[in-house]
């Protein structure tokens, strides 16, 4: 495991370069546990300048499946983390000037491990519950913009994407329409 970067967080390389796990430090005793989510100084030692805009919160029940999203204009930076159960959380390279375009990178995200995973702009997102729910708490870089949400097939085979899934995921209309990676409309 890599060395820590301070001795309150420690980065962890995924397959893709740009899309790396964060472990904080966490000081537990018999009251319970504290950590450091975000401090914008030893996130910039990690080399995330970005600014944060928005939070978002989220929960789903098991084997619900939200993504891939990204937003086409205004693309966002997220930083994932898990407060309540576990989920495999997915990545997606969409920039076409990229050497690993259509590449993707998990992590398997828990209330346990208290990892984070930072997704920078240009990437499509999503995960899989694996516990009976989770609550996915996100910062992101840029605000929410609809018009410009755009969904790709979270089941594209060129993706390669190991889900691991027991049965079929539960998924809402929007997921279900998603499009595969050769009719996407992808980042330069």
Known sequence: MPAPVTDRI?????????????????????RGFFLESYNERDFAGLGIYDRFVQDNHSRSGQNVLRGLHYQIKHPQGKLVRVVEGEVLDVAVDLRRSSERFGKCASAILSVENQRMLWIPQGFAHGFLVRSASAQVLYKSTDYYAPEYERTL????????????????????????????????????
């Open 10 to 30: 420690t980065k962890i390389p995924t397959s893709l370069p740009d899309v790396f796990v964060l472990e904080p430090r966490v000081f537990g005793d018999a």
């Open 153 to 188: 097939a979270w089941n594209d085979p060129e993706l390669q994407i190991e889900w691991d899934l027991k049965e079929e995921p539960v998924l809402s209309p929007k997921d279900q329409r998603g499009v595969l990676l050769r009719d996407a409309e992808c980042f330069d």
